[in-house]
């Protein structure tokens, strides 16, 4: 496969809520309040329970992964986290080629809700297995 | 309002490793449980939860996504580097990084991810046995949609039983 800037990558899409969350808290053990519980997310200000950046993190991670091919590589990414992943939201993972060096392909990475606004922007660079 | 919740003792700990925590070894349950809950509700790869289909990739066994913890519930051990440090019971207690290191902590209650960087080595896999290495990054703060919010970054490396680097992680915690 030839890779060009501007080249979209195949989505990775979940829709979210406790069903999620709670999964992932009892992998991770991350039993923190603001994600389990309605009135500790609104304490918090944010409206409800939310789910975990690290959640976010992973779901960017099995987009990737996916495209670059089980003998590919990740080798970096970052995120921050900017805007809270509350209950019902449709997540979606998505990335554009922003350059090709040799074998190391830079992109841009993000999740967003449903109506398109970015919760977790940023940036990752891999290598496409062979 | 406090001015600023980070004090002199907050600033001069900068760069401070803290901790050093081993994990038990990496299990095949470890790592499909944590591949079932990631991709869930759809099925996860099966180089992530079948030892043969795994057998037939690059690595050669059983590895694990690279985002995978093999800390989250338990270590083998964990050993605080500086005297005075003290660990807490509660591992989502937003005052962890400073009781680490034997300081008052700024008692915010609430705490958020804000962000993370990470640059991958090794991947992980069944049997491995990894060792983090925690040090603290700096403090910043600004007014935010909250109040004041505090910025600290944690630094980790994480390696392997034969020393190969798996990955190097910088994590922002926002405290508000």
Known sequence: MTVKVGDELPTFTRETGFANWNRYAAVNDEFVPIHMDDAAGEAAGNGGAFGMGNLQWAYLHNMLRSWVGENGEILSIEVQFRSPNVKGQTVTAKGVVTAVDGDVISLDVWTEQQEGTKLAPGSAKVKMGK | MADSNISEAMKAAVGTETSRSTSYPISES???????????????????????????????????????????????????????????????????????????????????????????????????????????????????????????????????????????????????
Request: one cysteine or more.
């Open chain 2, 30 to 176: 470890d790592i499909r449980k944590w591949a079932m809950a990631v991709y869930w509700p759809e099925k996860a790869p099966a180089v992530f939860t079948d030892p043969a289909a795994a057998s037939k990739t690059v690595h050669g066994r059983l590895v694990a996504p690279e985002e995978f913890n093999p800390f989250a519930w338990s270590a083998a051990s964990n050993e605080l580097l500086l005297k005075g440090g003290a660990s807490s019971r509660d591992g989502n207690n937003p005052d962890n990084s400073e009781l680490a290191l034997g300081i008052p902590g700024p008692g915010l209650k609430f705490m958020l991810n804000g962000g993370m960087i990470c640059e991958y080595g090794v991947r992980m896999g069944v049997g491995d046995v990894i060792t983090s290495t925690n040090s603290i990054g700096e403090y910043s703060e600004r007014e935010g949609r909250l109040g004041l919010m505090l910025f600290s970054r944690g630094v980790s490396t994480w390696v392997n039983q034969n020393g190969e680097m798996v990955k190097r992680t910088s994590s922002t915690l926002i405290r508000y």
